[in-house]
C-alpha cells in the first residue's frame, strides 16, 4: 500500500489530541479509498506510465515555484469507462473526473475513443486540486458522515465550518483547469515522446469560467496598473498557498459580493468535485 498524505492543516483552536484523531481518521480513509470501486478498470502498464508522469510534471512545475507537493501513486487514481462516474455519483454534472478532499481519492474516466492526450489531461486537472491549498476542520457542534471532520479550504473552495455551503467553486475549477493546460502545453513534447502521441489535441474544459477568470484577470491587472500576468500568478501562488488578499481586488472589480453571486449563478451547470 503507497504512503498517504502526511501534512494536515487544521483551521480553529483544537487539542493536540483532536489533531492526532483527525489525522489518522483523514489517512485511514486515503488508505481504504484505494481500494477499488465499482466498475473499476484494471489500469493497464500505459494508464500507470501516464499517471506516473502526470505526477512528476506537477511536481516539477511546483517544485519551480517553491511550493511543497506529495506524490500521488497509481493507487490513488482509479480508473474508469466512459460514463462510469454518472454510476457511481447520479447527480454529478458533465464530468469525467474527479478529486475528493476527504479521501484524497482521484477518479478518472477514459473517454470512448480512448484518447490518451485527453486523459492525461485530466489527470494533470485531477493532480493539480489535490495539490492545492487544503485545510479541513474539526467542529464539535457539527458530526457529519466523517465525524466531526470536514474540507474547510481546497484551492478557491471554502466551505462554512460544517462543510456546508461551498463558495467560489467555479472560480477554482478555472485556476485549476488554467494551470492544467499550461502544465500540459509546456511538456508537450514530453508528453508526445513518452506516450507516442499522435492524438495531442488540447481539450479545454471549463471554458466559459477560463473566459470569466481571463476577462477578471485583465479588471484586476487594470485595477493595480500591473501586466496581466503578474496578477496571474499572484492568483496562480495563492491558490497553493491560500493567500488569499487579492479577493479583495476582486471584490473591487466585480462589485460586493460578484464573486459569491457569480459561484452561486453558475453552480449546477458545472460542478466537478
Ligand atoms: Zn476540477
Given amino acids: 500500500m503507497s504512503e498517504t498524505r502526511q501534512n494536515f492543516e487544521f ?10 484523531s483527525a489525522k489518522k481518521y483523514l489517512q485511514d480513509l486515503e488508505s481504504f479509498a484505494m481500494e477499488k470501486t465499482n466498475g473499476e478498470l484494471e489500469k493497464t502498464e500505459q494508464d500507470i506510465t501516464m499517471i506516473r508522469l502526470a505526477d512528476q510534471l506537477v511536481a ?43 479521501s484524497r481519492r482521484i477518479t478518472v474516466e477514459k473517454d470512448a475513443s480512448h484518447s490518451k492526450g485527453l486523459f492525461i489531461q485530466k489527470l494533470i486537472h485531477e493532480l493539480v486540486h489535490q495539490a492545492s491549498k487544503t485545510k479541513f476542520a474539526i467542529d464539535d457542534d457539527n458530526e457529519n458522515d466523517n465525524g ?11 466551505s462554512n465550518k460544517s462543510g456546508e455551503g461551498v463558495y467560489f467553486r467555479n ?40 473566459d470569466f477568470l ?40 466585480l462589485g460586493k459580493g460578484g464573486l459569491r453571486k457569480y459561484a452561486e449563478e453558475n453552480l449546477g451547470a458545472d460542478i466537478t468535485p
Fill in 11 to 20: 483551521v480553529g483552536k483544537n487539542t493536540g489530541e483532536e489533531i492526532d
Fill in 60 to 102: 516539477n512545475f511546483l517544485k519551480e515555484i517553491n511550493i511543497p507537493y506529495e506524490h500521488m501513486d497509481p493507487e490513488h487514481i482509479h480508473v474508469l469507462n466512459e460514463g462510469g462516474l454518472k454510476k457511481i455519483i447520479p447527480n454529478l454534472h458533465n464530468s469525467s473526473g474527479t478529486y475528493s478532499v476527504m
Fill in 148 to 158: 466531526k471532520i470536514s474540507p474547510y479550504r481546497n484551492g478557491y473552495v471554502a
Fill in 171 to 210: 472560480l477554482n475549477e478555472a485556476v485549476t483547469e488554467k494551470i492544467a493546460v499550461q502544465i500540459y502545453i509546456r511538456n508537450k513534447d514530453r508528453i508526445k515522446n513518452v506516450l507516442n502521441l499522435q492524438d495531442n489535441q488540447i481539450g479545454v474544459t471549463y471554458m466559459s469560467q477560463i
Fill in 214 to 253: 481571463d476577462d477578471l484577470i485583465g479588471k484586476m491587472a487594470e485595477l493595480r496598473h500591473e501586466p496581466r500576468i503578474d496578477t496571474w500568478k499572484r492568483m496562480e501562488r495563492a491558490y497553493f498557498t491560500g493567500e488569499m488578499m487579492h479577493l479583495r481586488d476582486i471584490e473591487k472589480v
